[in-house]
């Protein structure tokens, strides 16, 4: 059962189970009879979270943080429609790097329909009949010490939360059992009311206090309807926000204007203003009060109206007698698609939210074209429907920057993800989760275009801040940490990029299967940077692992396909494999142009790779116009100072010096050259290239001291710069 549980749930905060079967005469490999039933679970080096808080000397805010991440992770288990029962402080662990992990699920309550919820839940596989107690009775909620398994839900995990927290503030249990029977302590926990937080310590009095009290409310229906609500209410403790577990009355929003200005209200001089601006500021976060509960209204009934359309629309059309037997998933969303179209027109926002789920599931089948008037439409029915910054506008600002951005239009992706970030921070904050993600968004486009001086420092910035504020495994964290890799990888720092990529890989192997996408994408990375760091031999398997495995999950025509093929190709040409790369470029070359078009990034970068080669195999004339056609399209699409604008120039200036054109060669190297100068670091791999081309052509045009002068400044460089190499399309 615990098993059947665990395998439900995929989140850094729970303890993962890795594998479950049977051993030994009746499992794998017996000679029949009963085997051993066994499961392996992940190995969690760490303490129960009291003993952590104290021993680490946690202050008040990092508590608050610390039991808002075990919600966090609750709230998970919830959703995947699983109950645990028994939360308390041992089977909370804290691992070194400050991540909370819920264990013992051994009688969590499993849902048939998958769907926690909330009030009413639904049946569960492991039945308790009415009157038998199940939990530990000092962690139980009123309703479990009732008996009554039809009561019990998700707000009994909130329950448990609250007395978590009640100890982890105060040191002490918020009801004394000790000498009590079983009937009397059960008494106790349905009918006496625990001493107030704030009587026990002063600090606590006010919002803490309260939210402490809504968690453990005797009645169900005035506690938290959700885990997830709790983590918000703890999270705007910390911020000194309004909490939503209390009236939004006047004195208390003054209280929170004063805490959150000190500087405005600290001086006798300010009070009138303060107040003055107190009283505005009421009349404003009363209406966002009644807007968030509004906000929160729409949300259920859009959920409801998606729900609905999805499982009418989408899934009943998997029925072999609508679609027949052979139905894709592909099929599937055109049918759903096509009843759209004027069937929402009284609630837009229910049509958004369709048009955006199925404009994502287009996109992750590689059907970007076919992705793109529902993510669009998603976006302008956000903009005109929703009122003020809201973060379902952010969502569909990003995932449309997503699809521009993979398509290789940079400048249409651009002012999407900036608004996404500026939303974000209005919203939530710099150090928000999803505000740190749409800073590592607008970091990677930039590093794409090869527009390196904006794009190191919000690297740095988003990994920083992911440092900071997110926990050890969280997935944005690490994907922040992985960009900042590829920054320094472009930059001609491989041999620093290196080190954080082993690091987000070891992590992402904790909690992801081996074909998981972030696992793939990581190994092209590492490919790419240690082919950059001059070690095609450690590159090569790491790429083709990460070509194998994209085929297999996603299919030879798949989007996703191409980043490790011309990666693998590139690397086969380091280590002088020639034929295999040049079978590989030209298949690259063939998907591009299929999936995307003749300007697309990956198109263009496969044509200078296959230039180069052809050019170290003698067959200039086959190399030209692929060489020239790269050129002109990546003055198209980057602009004539772009890193890979330059890199391209410089191959086509190789080629003219080979066959001795050093006249038409020499305008080429010398503007490539120049402009290198100008687009990267000293020292650069595509900075090097473009001066030993210079250097070459000088020479065959006679003119020697400069060209030694040119050769004497390459050697500088490379003595300074020593193992750096040409970036990859990562």
Same mark, same amino acid.
């Given at each position: 059962?615990?098993?059947?549980?665990?395998?439900?749930?995929?989140?850094?905060?729970?303890?993962? %189970?890795?594998?479950?079967? @049977?051993?030994?005469? +009746?499992?794998? +490999?017996?000679?029949?009879?009963?085997?051993?039933?066994?499961?392996?679970?992940?190995?969690?080096?760490?303490?129960?979270?009291?003993?952590?808080?104290?021993?680490?000397?946690?202050?008040?805010?990092?508590?608050?943080?610390?039991?808002?991440?075990?919600?966090?992770?609750?709230?998970?288990?919830?959703?995947?429609?699983?109950?645990?029962?028994?939360? $308390?402080?041992?089977?909370?662990?804290?691992?070194?790097?400050?991540?909370?992990?819920?264990?013992? #699920?051994?009688?969590?309550?499993?849902?048939?329909?998958?769907?926690?919820?909330?009030?009413?839940?639904?049946?569960?596989? *492991?039945?308790?009949?009415?009157?038998? &107690?199940?939990?530990?009775?000092?962690?139980?909620?009123?309703?479990?010490?009732?008996?009554?398994?039809?009561?019990?839900?998700?707000?009994?995990?909130?329950?448990? &939360?609250?007395?978590?927290?009640?100890?982890?503030?105060?040191?002490?249990?918020?009801?004394?059992?000790?000498?009590?029977?079983?009937?009397?302590? *059960? /008494?106790?926990?349905?009918?006496?009311?625990?001493?107030?937080?704030?009587?026990?310590?002063?600090?606590?009095?006010?919002?803490?206090?309260?939210?402490?009290?809504?968690?453990?409310?005797?009645? =169900?229906?005035?506690?938290?309807?959700?885990?997830?609500?709790?983590?918000?209410?703890?999270?705007?403790?910390?911020?000194?926000?309004?909490?939503?577990?209390?009236?939004?009355?006047?004195?208390?929003?003054?209280? $929170? #204007?004063?805490?959150?200005?000190?500087?405005?209200?600290?001086?006798?001089?300010?009070?009138?203003?303060?107040?003055?601006?107190?009283?505005?500021?009421?009349?404003?976060? &009363?209406?966002?009060?009644?807007?968030?509960?509004?906000?929160?209204?729409?949300?259920?009934?859009?959920?409801?109206?998606?729900?609905?359309?999805?499982?009418?629309?989408?899934?009943?059309?998997?029925?072999?007698?609508?679609?027949?037997?052979?139905?894709?998933?592909?099929?599937?969303?055109?049918?759903?698609?096509?009843?759209?179209?004027?069937?929402?027109?009284?609630?837009?926002?229910?049509?958004?939210?369709?048009?955006?789920?199925? +404009? /994502?599931?287009?996109?992750?089948?590689?059907?970007?074209?076919?992705?793109?008037?529902?993510?669009?439409?998603?976006?302008?029915?956000?903009? @005109?429907?929703?009122?003020?910054?809201?973060?379902?506008?952010?969502?569909?600002?990003?995932?449309?920057?997503?699809?521009?951005?993979?398509?290789?239009?940079?400048?249409?992706?651009?002012?999407?993800?900036?608004?996404?970030?500026?939303?974000?921070? $209005?919203?939530?904050? !710099?150090?928000?989760?999803?505000?740190?993600?749409?800073?590592?968004?607008?970091?990677?486009?930039?590093?794409? /275009?090869? !527009?390196?001086?904006?794009?190191?420092? *919000?690297?740095?910035?988003?990994?920083?801040?992911?440092?900071? #504020?997110?926990?050890?495994?969280?997935?944005?964290?690490?994907?922040?940490?992985?960009?900042?890799?590829?920054?320094?990888?472009?930059?001609?720092?491989?041999? @620093?990029?290196?080190?954080?990529?082993?690091?987000?890989?070891?992590?992402?192997?904790?909690?992801?299967?081996?074909?998981?996408?972030?696992?793939? =994408?990581?190994? %092209?990375?590492?490919?790419?940077?240690?082919?950059?760091?001059?070690?095609?031999?450690?590159?090569?398997?790491?790429?083709? !692992?990460? *070509?194998?495995?994209?085929?297999?999950?996603?299919?030879?025509?798949?989007?996703?396909?191409?980043?490790?093929?011309?990666?693998?190709?590139?690397?086969?040409?380091?280590?002088?494999?020639?034929? $295999?790369?040049?079978?590989?470029?030209? !298949?690259?070359?063939a998907l591009s142009l299929d999936v995307y078009s003749a300007d697309h990034r990956g198109t263009l970068i496969a044509q200078v790779g296959l230039g180069r080669l052809l050019v170290l195999t003698e067959r200039e004339a086959e190399a030209e116009p692929l060489l020239v056609g790269a050129v002109e399209g990546f003055k198209r699409v980057q602009g004539t100072a772009a890193p890979r604008t330059l890199d391209a120039m410089t191959e086509l200036a190789s080629l003219y010096i080979v066959q001795g054109r050093f006249g038409e060669a020499d305008p080429i190297t010398e503007a490539s050259a120049a402009g290198a100068r100008k687009a990267v670091p000293s020292g650069h791999p595509i900075l090097l290239s473009a001066l030993r081309?210079?250097?070459?052509?000088?020479?065959?045009?006679?003119?020697?001291?400069?060209?030694?002068?040119?050769?004497?400044?390459?050697?500088?460089?490379?003595?300074? =710069?020593?193992?750096?190499?040409?970036?990859?399309?990562?």
């Open positions: 059962h615990e098993a059947r549980a665990l395998g439900r749930l995929q989140r850094p905060g729970i303890a993962q %189970n890795h594998e479950a079967g @049977e051993s030994g005469a +009746g499992g794998a +490999g017996g000679a029949g009879g009963a085997g051993v039933p066994f499961f392996a679970m992940e190995l969690i080096r760490g303490e129960p979270i009291l003993e952590f808080a104290r021993r680490h000397g946690l202050d008040l805010p990092a508590k608050l943080e610390l039991l808002a991440r075990v919600c966090d992770a609750v709230q998970h288990a919830h959703q995947k429609g699983v109950i645990h029962r028994d939360l $308390k402080p041992p089977n909370i662990l804290v691992d070194d790097a400050g991540q909370p992990k819920v264990l013992d #699920f051994g009688i969590a309550r499993i849902l048939e329909d998958g769907a926690a919820g909330g009030p009413g839940g639904g049946a569960g596989t *492991l039945h308790t009949s009415a009157g038998q &107690l199940v939990g530990t009775v000092g962690s139980m909620s009123p309703e479990q010490a009732g008996g009554d398994p039809a009561a019990v839900d998700t707000r009994t995990d909130v329950y448990a &939360l609250g007395i978590i927290l009640y100890e982890l503030l105060s040191g002490r249990r918020p009801y004394d059992l000790s000498g009590a029977s079983l009937h009397e302590s *059960l /008494r106790i926990i349905r009918e006496t009311e625990p001493a107030p937080l704030g009587s026990i310590d002063r600090r606590f009095r006010g919002d803490i206090e309260t939210v402490v009290a809504h968690a453990l409310a005797k009645d =169900r229906e005035r506690r938290y309807a959700s885990a997830a609500e709790m983590a918000a209410d703890l999270r705007r403790v910390v911020r000194h926000e309004p909490i939503h577990a209390r009236p939004a009355t006047t004195v208390y929003h003054l209280r $929170k #204007f004063a805490r959150r200005h000190r500087a405005l209200v600290g001086g006798a001089g300010a009070v009138l203003a303060a107040l003055l601006l107190g009283l505005v500021g009421v009349s404003l976060a &009363l209406g966002r009060a009644i807007a968030a509960r509004e906000d929160e209204a729409r949300a259920r009934r859009v959920a409801e109206a998606v729900n609905a359309f999805l499982n009418d629309d989408l899934l009943a059309a998997v029925s072999p007698y609508e679609m027949g037997k052979d139905v894709t998933m592909r099929s599937v969303l055109d049918d759903a698609a096509a009843h759209i179209e004027g069937r929402f027109d009284k609630d837009p926002l229910v049509e958004a939210a369709i048009r955006s789920t199925i +404009g /994502r599931a287009y996109w992750q089948l590689g059907e970007l074209r076919l992705a793109e008037p529902h993510l669009v439409r998603a976006l302008a029915l956000r903009r @005109e429907h929703l009122e003020g910054p809201h973060d379902d506008t952010a969502e569909s600002l990003t995932r449309l920057g997503h699809l521009y951005r993979n398509r290789g239009e940079h400048a249409a992706a651009e002012p999407l993800y900036a608004e996404a970030l500026e939303l974000r921070r $209005k919203l939530l904050g !710099e150090s928000a989760p999803l505000t740190i993600t749409s800073l590592t968004n607008l970091a990677g486009l930039y590093r794409e /275009r090869g !527009e390196w001086s904006r794009a190191l420092p *919000l690297c740095e910035q988003s990994a920083e801040l992911a440092r900071r #504020f997110l926990p050890a495994n969280d997935p944005e964290r690490l994907s922040a940490i992985e960009n900042l890799a590829g920054a320094y990888k472009d930059m001609g720092r491989a041999l @620093e990029a290196l080190p954080l990529y082993e690091e987000v890989l070891a992590s992402r192997r904790e909690t992801r299967p081996a074909d998981h996408p972030d696992i793939l =994408r990581m190994l %092209n990375s590492m490919g790419v940077a240690y082919r950059a760091a001059g070690q095609p031999g450690k590159a090569l398997p790491l790429l083709e !692992e990460s *070509l194998a495995a994209r085929r297999r999950v996603l299919g030879e025509r798949h989007p996703e396909v191409l980043p490790p093929m011309v990666n693998l190709a590139t690397a086969c040409v380091a280590a002088e494999e020639y034929g $295999k790369g040049e079978a590989l470029y030209r !298949e690259a070359i081309r210079r250097a070459e052509c000088l020479k065959g045009l006679g003119r020697d001291e400069e060209s030694e002068a040119v050769r004497a400044e390459v050697e500088r460089m490379a003595q300074a =710069r020593a193992g750096a190499a040409r970036p990859g399309p990562d």
